[in-house]
């Protein structure tokens, strides 16, 4: 049986001389926490190195984008690179559609909304249904001022479905795109300037038009007073939007460069506006000649239209 003295830990009766051969050796208690090398932190202090580790990324970084739930970007032609573009929920989407509808003074819809997680999926729905709102609102609107003349016979006009779609996706494709070019090459000769992604001025072209949705359905009411009015308000809401977002953008360049910016910014918004009106709702109404019906006898007979007494 043994004793107690012989389940004791023996300590080792050489360490000292171990110590006193090698005094820089290392030691290691179970008490103390394990401490990194004098050597090894000062190769992480290294000048530059914190920069690279940003940059490149760290081990406790992959494991908090891990565990945040984020993914490396994919390559551009996979799939899942366009998907992200498409990851938002329908409450991000609303507060960005209620963030254009209703600007709040002095707030950049960018930072306010977009830089979080800038979408396509709120700007290509918005666009779709914009196109398709103004297509069947104007051949209400054709249909009902016409609406009660015998010689009218209503044919619905399908091209405007056609020429609306192109007329809105390349406002919200062509113009962003100009415009992020122009503000990379005025970043390159003035540095303060505030640089956006091209993505999200697509993102804010995008939902800068849901106004025009619930206005082109207005628009129907056969009042060009009405319909002045409506454009005009929807313009200045919208133009509002690009105006607080793009202006803290151009402001620190030359004066006449951002003014002019702006204000070609603001005048493109409303030739879109102006350029639907006029073609969709406002279109000149043509004079329908009165039918011919040939009679029995071989003769031909036109119809007369009632005159009232008051043009007699």
């Known amino acids: 049986m043994a004793t107690v003295d012989d ?140 609406l009660g003349k015998p010689t009218y016979h209503y044919v619905p006009e399908f091209r405007k479905v056609s020429i609306a779609a192109t007329a809105i996706y390349a406002y919200a494709w062509l113009i962003p795109l100009a415009l992020w070019g122009f503000l990379m090459w005025r970043n390159s000769k003035v540095m303060n300037i505030v640089s956006y992604s091209f993505l999200e001025i697509v993102c804010v072209y995008g939902y800068s038009l849901f106004i025009y949705i619930p206005t082109a359905i207005l628009w129907i009411i056969p009042q060009k007073v009405v319909r002045w009015v409506l454009v005009m308000f929807s313009l200045c809401l919208s133009g509002s939007v690009l105006v607080m977002t793009f202006w803290p953008a151009v402001r620190d360049d030359n004066r006449r460069i951002a003014l002019a910016t702006v204000g070609t910014i603001v005048l493109l918004h409303a030739l879109l506006a102006v350029g639907c009106l006029a073609y969709f709702f406002d279109a000149p109404e043509l004079d329908f000649p009165a039918p011919i019906i040939p009679a029995h006898n071989g003769t031909v007979n036109k119809i007369t239209m009632p005159v009232s007494p008051s043009v007699q």
Do not use: M
């Open 7 to 146: 389940l004791k830990f023996q300590e080792f009766d050489d360490a000292a001389n171990l110590l006193a051969a090698n005094p820089d050796a290392t030691t290691i208690s179970i008490d103390e926490p394990v401490e990194i090398p004098k050597n090894q932190h000062s190769r992480l202090q290294e000048p530059g190195r914190e920069e690279d580790d940003e940059l490149l990324g760290t081990d406790d970084s992959d494991k908090t984008e891990l565990l945040a739930g984020q993914k490396k970007s994919a390559p551009f032609w996979t799939f899942e690179y366009y998907q992200t573009f498409f990851d938002v929920d329908t409450y991000q989407v609303l507060d960005r559609i209620k963030g254009s509808v209703f600007p709040v003074p002095g707030k950049n819809f960018v930072r306010l909304y977009i830089r979080s997680n800038p979408d396509l999926y709120g700007p290509f729905w918005i666009c779709a249904t914009l196109v398709f709102t103004i297509a069947v609102s104007g051949n209400l609107s054709n249909f009902f001022i016409h």
